[in-house]
Nanobody, 115 residues
Framework: EVHLVESGGGLVQPGMSLRLSCAASGFAFNSYYMYWVRQAPGKGLERVSHINPHGEITWYADFAKGRFTISRDNHKNTVALQLSSLKTDDTGMYYC????????RGQGTQVTVSS
């Protein structure tokens, strides 16, 4: 059974940084693309970034380019998302997922950016 647990969210001011982490179990982690998706209040799921199984190929949504960095550790079965220069629009629940649509995702970690 796929099990994903996100952590690292919090309340920060604009311009600050957060590091989100996702611990994965129950599947062959090093064979899967891993995704970060987010959901802002009142909106649908939005893809943020993904990384290929070996970590050489990454993709970012336009709003994430230059500010967010995805990485993974296949020895520890974890995937991380470094958030920098955060904006109020980045507020939302952040999930890691094993599918592009985000249907198989964890419980999420809340990121709130507010002054």
């Amino acid at each position: 059974e796929v099990h994903l647990v996100e952590s690292g969210g919090g309340l920060v001011q604009p311009g600050m940084s957060l590091r989100l982490s996702c611990a994965a179990s129950g599947f062959a982690f090093n064979s899967y693309y891993m995704y970060w998706v987010r959901q802002a209040p009142g909106k649908g799921l939005e893809r943020v970034s993904h990384i290929n199984p070996h970590g050489e190929i990454t993709w970012y949504a336009d709003f994430a380019k230059g500010r967010f960095t995805i990485s993974r550790d296949n020895h520890k079965n974890t995937v991380a998302l470094q958030l920098s220069s955060l904006k109020t629009d980045d507020t939302g629940m952040y999930y890691c997922a094993i599918d592009e649509a985000g249907t198989q995702r964890g419980q999420g970690t809340q990121v709130t950016v507010s002054s």
